[in-house]
């Protein structure tokens, strides 16, 4: 962290957890990018994970993935819309870099809700579990269309995740559904398999191979939630950072019920931050101080001057919508803003 940066004292101690955060995920990252390299090969399918900034939804940490291999994206309720320019350049790109290396996409449109308490549910979405539904379906369909005329090999799917088990939930195209809470735990590799010929039968044949480590890591992670048997308490909204930004500058924050993500994709974003206020403001009280950070990746690909500014133009975004919408927060946050190195995962605060 550099020492020009001036924390004012009543924020340092949520601004050092930040960093620490930060470097211990920055560590971990590069100590097993090797290891993610050799996984890659075998499992090439680019694992596109479409879900609500809801600090809870660690999909990698749910189904055990390596760190840096799934590729999140992250908006209020995990909404999204391909008429969002921005957002549908940005994905077009992914598919064509990926096509060229001759390997296809799988697009996991996750909802989200909570078993044992509709208000542990979708705030996005103001807990309607079957609009998130809807939601997720109507995008999947939506990107389905933008693609179907053109040469990716795209696959597009619909998943739950059920977060009191962190447990997952299959759609198949067809309107089928399983959840993974149900299968037997000790079920193997072989059976799963066989299991996803029969439920996603017209996926390719690589893509089910790749898809099926992540989900034999969801069998194992309901097992160990079931037997950590975890507080209730902890299944709650308590995010103290509010999150603007995107690609996999988020990525790092790998811990439960740290962040709330707004996203940057929807061009109305002061409209989406004004929503992500408005959950940090339901779980808020007098005592509470919270951060928000505005955060960008850059490396290859993307200049580090153009991270900057963006970065930027977030953070001023955020003092907008604030001001004019939770002016009595004002004083209990504090603006951070980042910029996050792609191939290291380290960032540094501009
Ligand atoms: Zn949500």
Request: aromatic share 10%; charged share 25%.
């Amino acid at each position: 962290m550099s020492k020009k940066i001036i924390v004012p004292p009543e924020f340092e101690s949520k601004v050092d957890e930040l960093v620490r955060i930060n470097a211990d995920y920055s560590e971990a990252f590069l100590d097993q990018s090797h290891e993610l390299h050799k996984y890659k090969e075998r499992h090439p399918t680019k694992m596109l994970i479409f879900k609500c900034g809801d600090g809870r939804l660690l999909v990698s940490r749910f189904c055990k993935a390596r760190l840096g291999y799934l590729r999140n994206f992250r908006n209020i309720g995990g909404k999204f819309n391909m008429g969002w320019l921005t957002f549908q350049q940005g994905l077009s790109r992914i598919l064509e870099d990926n096509h060229r290396t001759g390997n296809g996409c799988l697009a996991i449109i996750t909802y989200h809700f909570s078993k044992g308490d509709p208000k542990r549910g979708c705030a996005g979405y103001e807990f309607n579990v079957k609009k998130s539904i809807e939601g997720a379906t109507g995008f999947r369909g939506q990107m389905e269309r933008a693609y179907r005329e053109l040469h990716y090999q795209l696959y597009p799917i619909v998943v739950g995740i059920e977060t009191d088990e962190e447990a997952l939930i299959l759609h198949n195209n067809q309107g089928g559904k399983v959840y993974l809470s149900k299968m037997p735990s000790n079920i193997n590799e072989e059976e799963m398999s066989a299991y996803l010929i029969s439920f996603f039968s017209d996926m390719p044949e690589q893509m089910r191979y790749d898809l099926l480590p992540l989900l034999m890591g969801n069998i194992k992670h309901i097992a160990e939630i079931r037997e950590s048997k975890r507080e209730i308490v902890e299944l709650n909204h308590k995010e103290w950072i509010l999150g603007v930004g995107g690609g996999s500058a988020f990525d790092f924050l790998h811990i439960p019920n740290v962040a709330l993500i707004a996203g940057q994709y929807n061009p109305n974003l002061g409209k989406v931050i004004k929503q992500a206020f408005g959950v940090i403001k339901s779980h808020w009280h007098e005592d509470k101080k919270f951060l928000t950070l505005a955060a960008v990746s850059y490396g290859p690909g993307i200049h580090e001057q153009h991270a900057r500014m963006v970065v930027n133009y977030y953070n001023r975004l955020i003092h907008e919508v604030a001001s004019e919408f939770f002016h009595e927060l004002l004083p209990h946050m504090h603006q951070i803003r980042v910029l996050v190195d792609i191939e290291t995962q380290k960032m540094k605060m501009v």
